[in-house]
């Protein structure tokens, strides 16, 4: 997954390096401790400390809630709220596990909404600050899926299709050819999930090269956007061994054939645009045996002071070009 900044000021860096931040406990005065109630009055003391957690940039704070903390977590939770807002944090965030779902109940007695739920914990958030407006980043809200465009030196493009699946455990061969690819993990690379996804499928080792297009599309399965990327492959092998349970077939198929025969809309996009390849003009295109695309983006490092480099993509066009 993702996740695309919202148009509020300051939301896309609002998971950026944290700074260390400070909390003040509630004070536990004019208590006379007898020795008969002194394990109780402990317990109303521990009980009136704020809960503790990690902080957040921007002023906020995480509260990944423990086993221990369940038992005294409606009685703290509205002091430390008090505690939070008196510190000056903009939001706080619970990290409740699924064992203990039924606290969201109460923390929603406190303002607190959900952010989202993953695995066997929910996170749910709330702004401290009513009189401005809430700067909080939603979650993800992107799916981001690679294909490979990988052209080898003949001039075939190694496609394949899927299986189609019917019901009833019945599959059958898909008839529309596609680029071997798929959705990222967490944590990928465009060139690091794109060579895995043809690697998978098709059995064919590859080299990222660069970015020929994308499409940026909404509306998917629970609101979600999708950007969806093709990526120019080198091949390093070209032996095919598919992956049964999801591909019926893959071959490498002449562009010229692809293009006379094919109505997939994006990899014909590409074609024309980035190759000179049409319908109905593939005799000109024939001509050109350059493996080359007209424009791509290509990978480069940018940097800030003392950070990491992180990969940036960057178009270049060739002379002579359309």
């Known amino acids: 997954m993702a996740h695309t900044a919202s148009a509020q000021h300051g939301t896309r860096r609002f998971w950026a390096a944290a700074r260390p931040l400070s909390f003040r406990p509630l004070p536990c005065r004019g208590i006379l401790v007898q020795p008969s109630a002194q394990h109780s009055t402990q317990g109303a003391c521990a009980a009136a400390q704020p809960l503790a957690g990690t902080p957040l940039p921007y002023r906020g704070l995480l509260v990944q809630l423990s086993a221990a903390e369940v038992p005294s977590f409606a009685s703290r939770l509205a002091a430390s709220v008090a505690v939070w807002r008196g510190d000056g944090l903009n939001s706080a965030m619970l990290r409740i596990p699924i064992e203990h779902a039924a606290l969201a109940g109460v923390a929603a007695q406190h303002g607190f909404v959900y952010h989202h739920a993953e695995g066997g914990h929910a996170v749910l958030k709330v702004w401290l600050k009513p009189e401005r407006p809430d700067k909080m980043p939603p979650f993800a809200s992107h799916q981001v899926g690679v294909a ?13 299709k899927e299986w189609r699946d ?39 080792r590859t080299a990222f090269h660069s970015i020929l297009s994308f499409w940026h599309r909404h509306g998917l399965t629970w609101s979600q956007s999708d950007l969806y990327f093709v990526a120019r492959l080198k091949p390093l092998s070209h032996e095919i061994r598919l992956q049964p349970c999801e591909i019926s077939e893959a071959r490498w198929m002449p562009l010229v054939e692809f293009v006379r025969s094919s109505d997939h809309p994006l990899i014909l996009a590409i074609l024309d645009k980035m190759y000179g390849l049409r319908k109905h003009r593939e005799a000109a295109a024939e001509a050109r045996t350059d493996e080359l695309p007209f424009a791509e983006l290509v990978e480069a490092p940018v940097q800030f002071p003392g950070r990491a480099p992180f990969p940036t993509f960057f178009p270049i066009v060739r002379s002579g070009t359309r």
Do not use: A, H
């Not at 490979?148 to 394949?160: D, I, K, Q, S």
């Open 166 to 204: 019917l019901g009833g455990g019945t599959l059958e061969k898909g008839t529309q050819w596609k680029l071997p690819g798929g959705l990222l993990d967490r944590g990928e690379s465009f060139s690091e999930g794109v060579t895995r996804e043809v690697l998978e499928e098709t059995g064919v």
């Open 148 to 160: 490979g465009f990988v052209l080898n030196e003949r001039r075939e493009l190694l496609v394949v």
